[in-house]
């Protein structure tokens, strides 16, 4: 049995991690870029895809986050529902609602010297985002800004 002084991390079987190389990550990014490039995640209805599974990863894997969060962190499960889940669900719920207008091209005043034409300010995607994640906060910090990517 261990001690009250033991640290968390001795208690825990982890296996070790070995550091990602260079020429994984740079695959990686090059797969990303390409995927960009393809205009897969261009139409809205893509994205909104995108947000839903994120939804249905976080309803369905609730109790698993939950019990990562006990086993790494201590965090009870309200706590880890009030600070990381219910947030990153708000969160998609606000963009599934808000998308479209987002998205939406907006008119804007045309100068002189381009009448008769029209101008819009267009929000489109601009590429590939990299997200690195804390330990302390690890569910939202991580999803919220890719949601926010999306």
Aim: aromatic share 4%; glycine share 4%.
């Amino acid at each position: 049995m261990a001690s009250e002084s033991t640290p968390l991390l001795a208690l825990l079987e982890l296996p070790l991690l070995k550091p990602t190389s260079a020429e994984t990550i740079q695959g990686h990014v090059t797969a990303l870029r390409a995927s960009f490039i393809s205009g897969a995640m261009r139409p809205l209805a893509a994205r909104k895809a995108q947000l839903r599974a994120i939804r249905a990863l976080v309803e369905d894997g609730c109790e698993i986050l939950q019990a990562a969060m006990w086993k790494d962190l201590h965090k009870h499960a309200a706590e880890t529902f009030v600070t990381e889940t219910s947030s990153v669900l708000l969160e998609v719920q606000d963009h599934l609602d808000n998308l479209d207008d987002w998205a939406a091209p907006h008119k804007v005043g045309t100068n002189l010297l381009n009448l008769p034409g029209s101008s819009y300010i267009r929000s489109d995607p601009l590429g590939v985002a990299c997200i690195m994640d804390t330990w302390n906060y690890p569910i939202m910090l991580l999803l919220m800004p890719l949601i926010g990517a999306i």
